[in-house]
């Protein structure tokens, strides 16, 4: 791959989800010679993601930059070293393992290519405004791809959807995101039970929950089973999109 050093480049966000992969095909099919792929590992994602991306860089035939933080491993080592989980103003984890990593990368002239599928064009509106220098790219929106239509192309290109797709999650997120509702809680409690067990020991740790009901703290060693339901809730989302949202909320206070 030659870059032509008087064009910028075109940075495709991989978060190790179907919506990011083939919005990064379509980029590479427009920009064959422009495109970079970064992926950000929080180090708390479900070891599968690794497998996904590695069939993943074969079908791009590309590699994928894999960024980290270079002060934390995992999204635990963060919660525990802030004593801090999340709040208003989101949560400490995005900012050490997904903030920092991003900034330490992009470049000011950077494409950046976002996942947004056909169904999310009002916020890749909002996006675009409240992010006025960032020069994006939605090649989902321009071709009209649903959240499915990317999930049928992922299995037609011969490469199995992560774990967490399979396991019913909506979003391929860090096992155990402190943004999630009761149901999604719930539903870690079934399929990651060391995972609840953990959240719920920092929790009284820390005297803080993750989540709330009527304004009223509720502790996971609390929560009731069959509470909530995860079907019905806002999928909590951490990408590199949500990242951008929270330092918008840090900025406005």
């Not at 989980?85 to 050490?96: D, L």
Request: aromatic letters at 10%.
């Amino acid at each position: 791959m030659s870059n032509d050093s008087s064009e910028p480049r075109v940075l495709c966000w991989f978060s190790a989800g179907a919506a990011s992969a083939v919005a990064t095909k379509l980029a590479i099919a427009r920009w064959p010679d422009r495109v970079v792929v970064a992926s950000i590992d929080p180090g708390s994602e479900h070891p599968d993601n690794e497998r996904f991306r590695n069939e993943c860089e074969v079908w791009f035939e590309r590699p994928i930059t894999l960024l980290k933080s270079e002060k934390f491993t995992d999204t635990w080592e963060v919660w525990e070293k802030y004593r801090y989980i999340a709040g208003i103003a989101g949560a400490p984890c995005t900012g050490e393992l997904k903030k920092k990593p991003r900034f330490s990368f992009e470049l000011p002239d950077d494409v950046q290519v976002f996942g947004y599928t056909s169904e999310e064009t009002g916020r890749a509106t909002r996006f675009k405004d409240q992010n006025p220098g960032i020069n994006l790219s939605t090649p989902l929106i321009d071709a009209m791809l649903t959240k499915e239509d990317c999930l049928a192309i992922v299995a037609r290109a011969g490469i199995e959807l992560p774990t967490m797709y399979k396991l019913g999650y909506r979003n391929n997120n860090c096992i155990g995101c402190p943004k999630g509702g009761m149901g999604y809680w719930n539903k870690i409690r079934d399929d990651f039970p060391v995972v609840f067990k953990r959240m719920s020991d920092l929790e009284r740790e820390l005297n803080a929950s993750v989540l709330r009901s009527n304004g009223e703290s509720v502790f996971l060693d609390e929560l009731q089973i069959g509470r909530g339901d995860y079907p019905s809730e806002s999928a909590p989302e951490c990408g590199i999109m949500c990242a951008i949202a929270e330092l918008e909320i840090e900025v406005k206070e």
